[in-house]
């Protein structure tokens, strides 16, 4: 019973393809996050919702989207794929917006070539 | 402009011995610091945190010590065991526009203890 998990694990894909990380929690959280741990190991916060809404939006491109269907998921499509785009895509899930002891999922790696 | 600092990428230590993990940061305004712990493979797990009103919150072998004066927090875990073995991170929460909130987190200390 994983409580944050996403989908694949694993995405190797080619520059310029449209690609889709898909993300559920059964915590019964309000707040799901998507972060991005990039090559230097940076973990940082791309996008965060709290009962569907938009609550975070970091300085990502506009080629990632979120989209939360319901409090439970939270899918992140990114269009155009770009070679620096390579890097661990993890989600996350809170009660409230505190954005503490959150729950996160076991990580995506993209790999763009 | 890292605001959060982890200046070791690596300690390592006894089995049995004390880990401490140091953690600095640049903003007077966060109001709460947390540690996660991740292995390889895995997502980050919450390890402890600390409210910026208080100096020091302990839980079973893991103590986290809060020096605002010096903007630096401290983990330490005693006594080590090998499955302690992991990258820790540093997480210091920001509160802005819409009174939302978020982590800013540092680059992770890796931490063996060797048996």
Known sequence: DTA???????????????????????????????????????LKIMFSYNNKELIINETVPNRFSPKSPDKAHLNLHINSLELGDSAVYFCASSHGRGNTEAFFGQGTRLTVV | ?????????????????????????TNS????????????????????????????????????FLNKSAKHLSLHIVPSQPGDSAVYFCAARAIYAGNNRKLIWGLGTSLAVNP
């Not at chain 1, 559920?24 to 230097?40: A, C, I, P, V």
């Not at chain 2, 402009?1 to 940061?25: A, F, M, T, W």
Request: charged share 25%; glycine share 4%.
């Open chain 2, 29 to 64: 305004m966060f109001d709460y610091f947390l540690w996660y712990k991740k292995y390889p493979a895995e997502g980050p797990t919450f390890l402890i945190s600390i409210s910026s009103i208080k100096d020091k919150n302990e839980d079973g072998r893991f103590t986290v």
């Open chain 2, 1 to 25: 402009d890292q605001q959060v600092k982890q200046n070791s990428p690596s300690l390592s230590v006894q089995e049995g011995r004390i880990s401490i993990l140091n953690c600095d940061y």
């Open chain 1, 4 to 42: 944050v998990s996403q989908t694949p694990k694993y995405l190797v894909t080619q520059m310029g393809n449209d690609k889709s990380i898909k993300c559920e929690q059964n915590l019964g959280h309000d707040t799901m996050y998507w972060y991005k741990q990039d090559s230097k190991k940076f």
